[in-house]
């Protein structure tokens, strides 16, 4: 049985019947199955899926936002910003996978030759808490476009939202068997999530989430030769040089950190400021500190504790917040930690909460060894006069950079970090071809 909590009270929402191991055997042969018709469809009645999809995010943006809410705990009008999101995404796959999914002709030796982008089969996705309908529409558009079926493993917390997307794409006409969600306990996600990738009836796997976790599916996935798109952890650098628009920039650093209450990987994470402006940074970032929601369960308000805690009492200044907040539901005042340095947890760990860590850097070269003193990278974000914050920008590890913007996705840009924060992309051209097998066709 998983039971449900909201972040925001710790009350009981509700409780579900996991499924046995009949029930995944069902799952894994309707997905199956259904995969190997719907690679037969052609592609413009498969973007019309994706369409319909869309058409019914925005006409239940108000049912679902709420269940994101209630489920995780984040505002209302955060909640509602991610269901528009998954319609914006539906139609974006819609207009441009033609393009993308397109034979691309090559000038070889061969009288014709090309590159086809064709199914894989089954995709199974283990996908986090954080963003509910984000995460989990983000693989399937580019999964279903691709003519491929889609078997989810949603994080016990949003069971909910697993239930609700999984009717939704059966409401818009997908196929019986196209998108099934399983419902899995927490202990045994672990086991369930190793025997799954192992199926043959499994041709490749997607994670969002932790290191750890992605570290378990790429073995298993390893063992059995199976393709994996792994979007892990993030510690990204937010990078304030001389000549920045401080207060654009802190404006900026405070909803990067604080949106989501921090719940977020690619949320900017480490304030990395040339010591001329510092003091200027850090007067505007404290004014600009927003109303957040909870977290979403008590051990992530625990780590996020013990983060700011260690870090303190390593030297590190809490100019304002790091406390739990008295009464029901997991709440913790937004935290600014000024004075940070290597070797701290708010630098060396991800933290995965509402605590910005201030770092002081001499000069570029400075702040440069400082951006890239991590073993993540998934994005940074350099402000500054343009080409100057390029030019620093680019001597700094990430899988994206924003100059003068904080990181975030597009669907039509890919998305994905190197280093621990994985590999491969999700969005874009680059994220629909991932779940396709690249064919080389020649012919004399």
């Known amino acids: 049985m998983i039971l449900t909590r909201n972040p925001a009270t710790g009350a009981e929402l509700a409780r579900y019947r996991a499924h046995d191991d009949a029930a995944i055997e069902d799952a894994l042969a309707a997905t199956a199955a259904a995969a190997r018709d719907w690679a037969t469809v052609a592609l413009d009645d498969r973007l019309t899926l994706l369409l319909a999809v869309g058409k019914l995010l925005t006409e239940r943006r108000d049912t679902y936002a709420a269940l994101i809410t209630a489920e995780m705990g984040k505002p209302l009008a955060e909640s509602l910003a991610e269901i528009d999101k998954c319609a914006w995404n539906c139609r974006v796959v819609a207009d441009l996978a033609p393009g993308w999914l397109a034979d691309h002709p090559i000038d070889s030796a061969a009288t014709r030759s090309w590159i086809s982008y064709e199914p894989l089969g089954v995709i199974f996705a283990v996908m986090p808490w954080n963003f509910p309908f984000w995460q989990v529409l983000r693989f399937a558009c580019a999964a279903l476009a691709a003519g491929n079926a889609a078997l989810l493993k949603h994080s016990p917390d949003v069971t909910g939202c697993a239930l609700a997307i999984e009717a939704l794409f059966t409401d818009a006409g997908a196929p019986p068997g196209l998108f099934r969600s399983l419902i899995v306990e927490a202990q045994r996600v672990p086991s369930v999530s190793a025997r799954i990738v192992a199926d043959a009836r499994i041709a490749a796997v997607t994670l969002t989430g932790s290191e750890?976790?992605?570290?378990?599916?790429?073995?298993?996935?390893?063992?059995?030769?199976?393709?994996?798109?792994?979007?892990?952890?993030?510690?990204?650098?937010?990078?304030?040089?001389?000549?920045?628009?401080?207060?654009?920039?802190?404006?900026?650093?405070?909803?990067?950190?604080?949106?989501?209450a921090g719940q977020s990987c690619v949320s900017a994470k480490r304030f990395i400021v040339v010591d001329a402006i510092a003091d200027e940074f850090v007067a505007a970032l404290l004014t600009e500190i927003p109303q957040i929601g909870p977290l979403a369960r008590a051990d992530l308000r625990d780590t996020i504790?013990?983060?700011?805690?260690?870090?303190?009492?390593?030297?590190?200044?809490?100019?304002?917040?790091?406390?739990?907040?008295?009464?029901?539901?997991?709440?913790?005042?937004?935290?600014?930690?000024?004075?940070?340095?290597?070797?701290?947890?708010?630098?060396?760990?991800?933290?995965?909460?509402?605590?910005?860590?201030?770092?002081?850097?001499?000069?570029?070269?400075?702040?440069?060894?400082?951006?890239?003193?991590?073993?993540?990278?998934?994005?940074?974000?350099?402000?500054?006069?343009?080409?100057?914050?390029?030019?620093?920008?680019?001597?700094?590890?990430?899988?994206?950079?924003?100059?003068?913007?904080?990181?975030?996705?597009?669907?039509?840009?890919?998305?994905?970090?190197?280093?621990?924060?994985?590999?491969?992309?999700?969005?874009?051209?680059?994220?629909?071809?991932?779940?396709?097998?690249?064919?080389?066709?020649?012919?004399?």
């Open 212 to 260: 750890r976790a992605g570290a378990a599916i790429a073995r298993a996935a390893g063992a059995a030769l199976k393709k994996t798109v792994l979007e892990l952890g993030g510690s990204d650098p937010f990078v304030v040089l001389a000549d920045a628009d401080v207060p654009r920039a802190a404006e900026a650093a405070a909803r990067s950190r604080f949106g989501n």
């Open 305 to 444: 504790v013990r983060q700011i805690e260690q870090s303190v009492a390593a030297g590190a200044t809490l100019l304002t917040g790091g406390t739990p907040v008295d009464g029901p539901g997991y709440h913790l005042e937004p935290a600014v930690l000024d004075h940070v340095t290597p070797g701290m947890p708010v630098f060396t760990e991800e933290t995965f909460g509402p605590a910005a860590a201030v770092i002081r850097a001499r000069d570029d070269d400075h702040a440069i060894e400082l951006a890239n003193d991590t073993d993540f990278g998934l994005g940074c974000s350099v402000w500054g006069e343009p080409e100057h914050a390029l030019a620093v920008g680019r001597r700094i590890r990430s899988g994206a950079l924003f100059v003068n913007a904080p990181v975030a996705s597009d669907p039509r840009l890919p998305f994905g970090g190197v280093g621990r924060s994985g590999y491969g992309r999700e969005l874009s051209a680059e994220g629909v071809r991932e779940f396709t097998n690249v064919r080389t066709v020649a012919v004399a």
